[in-house]
């Protein structure tokens, strides 16, 4: 059982718009920054998006990232089917002294 | 650029022992913190440990607190984990990670980034 909580899978059809959320509680998300990350199939996870909504140099700006309270949100513009993939968010959590981790959401481009 | 190589993954009876070790380039290894996260077969990303990057001060998940223990050889550019007392739940990809992370006014900002391409191990009789 994850800390932080993702849907399990979404789905959009290609040039379409997506949000995947990650719901925590104020001893992780509600006072700490969130981070993305995604895993395409058969690799290493990749940030996408750190400091809950900036992007790191090469992510295009089709990712975005927001923050309210103790949820967060990740957005994907224009969808490709090269965006295929898990999405996870991660944060830090000051009761567990712990980076903790969502359980993932598995993204279908249909 | 930056590039994180690990290897010393493989098959392990329960009970055993395994060193990690992850080859870091591309940057300044003795100024970051670095990190291992291992990924189940089929499951998410679970927070294995982290260290500073003089190697003062370390960091463990309460799954392999006690068993596992995280070091850097900052004059190789090398992180390492050292595995034992290895138990079946202990099987997945482990990941090595360069971990960015500032505190400021009790809130903690952190990411992992980048991530090297893993090394698997297997606990199994």
């Known amino acids: 059982q994850s800390v932080l909580t993702q849907p399990p899978s979404v789905s959009a059809a290609p040039g379409q718009k997506v949000t995947i959320s990650c719901s925590g509680s104020?001893?992780?998300?509600?006072?700490?920054?969130v981070s993305w990350y995604q895993q395409l199939p058969g690799t290493a996870p990749k940030l996408l998006i750190y400091?809950?909504?900036k992007r790191p140099s090469g992510i295009p700006d089709r990712f975005s990232g927001s923050k309210s309270g103790t949820s967060a949100t990740l957005g994907i513009t224009g969808l490709q089917t090269g965006d295929e993939a898990d999405y996870y968010c991660?944060?830090?959590?000051?009761?567990?002294?712990?980076?903790?981790f969502g359980g993932g959401t598995q993204l279908t481009v249909l | 650029e930056v590039q994180l190589l690990e290897s010393g993954g493989g098959l392990v009876q329960p009970g055993g022992s395994l060193r990690l070790s992850c080859a870091a380039s591309?940057?300044?290894?003795?100024?970051?913190?670095m990190s291992w996260v291992r990924q189940a077969p089929g499951k998410g990303l679970e927070w294995v440990s982290a260290?500073?990057?003089?190697?003062?001060?370390?960091y463990y998940a309460d799954s392999v607190k006690g068993r596992f223990t995280i070091s850097r050889d900052n004059s190789k550019n090398t992180l390492y984990l050292q595995m034992n007392s290895l138990r079946a739940e202990d099987t997945a990809v482990y990941y090595c990670?360069?971990?960015?992370?500032?505190?400021?006014?009790?809130?903690?900002?952190?990411?992992?980034?980048?991530w090297g391409q893993g090394t698997l191990v297997t606990v199994s009789s």
């Open positions: 990670a360069k971990w960015e992370i500032t505190m400021v006014r009790g809130v903690i900002n952190h990411w992992f980034d980048p």
């Open positions: 591309g940057f300044t290894f003795s100024s970051y913190a």
């Open positions: 260290i500073s990057g003089s190697g003062g001060s370390t």
């Open positions: 104020s001893s992780n998300i509600g006072n700490n920054y």
């Open positions: 400091e809950n909504n």
């Open positions: 991660g944060t830090w959590d000051s009761s567990l002294s712990d980076a903790v």
